[in-house]
């Protein structure tokens, strides 16, 4: 008698909101790397635990030009990303993993001066989290408040991407975002709206 034993692989897929942080999460402020001068944006928490429940991986893709001209550290970036982390985890809110890209082309000192594939508008963040957490970029959706969020969005063919006004001044005529909101507080009520509507393509406003 032959028995066949059939080994099945389960693969897990996932979706993330991938969250530029500056302007997004956190009021922008040039530079940052001090705590007391981190201060939340509101509605991000809620925002936040509302994706987390509608099974959403919490993803945070920052580009840190203030490491690659000498402006802070490494570590000051890391201190201030662990205590940001744990004022989500306070709120009962899961942050799975921050990537930062510590490169600037031209204004970058020593190691840090590279035109480097993590830098955004480069999708090379985006494609280390999806490579990590076996994402589905195309269920997914971006948020920014820089065009260069939004091309990073675009390059790694995001399903969503969306580009805020709580940061920096945007070109709202220009803008390849598929949406525009006045901040992350706003994106649970878009994201009603086009799931109902399975318009992941269609350009809305709010
Ligand atoms: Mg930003």
Redesign the pocket.
Known sequence: MLVFVVFRQIVVVSKALFL?????INK?VNYLYKIDEFEFIEGVFEACSFFQNAGYLLIVI??QAGIARGYYTEDDFYNLNCWMVKQFEDRGVKITKTYYSPFHPQYGIGKYCKDHWSRKPKPGMLFQARDEFNINLSKSILI???ES?IEAGLAAQLGFNVLVRS??QISENSTKADAIIDSIQNLPKLFSKFEKQDCFTQKLSI
């Open positions: 530029d942080r500056d302007g997004v922008e920052t580009n920014g408040d820089k969020d940061g920096h």
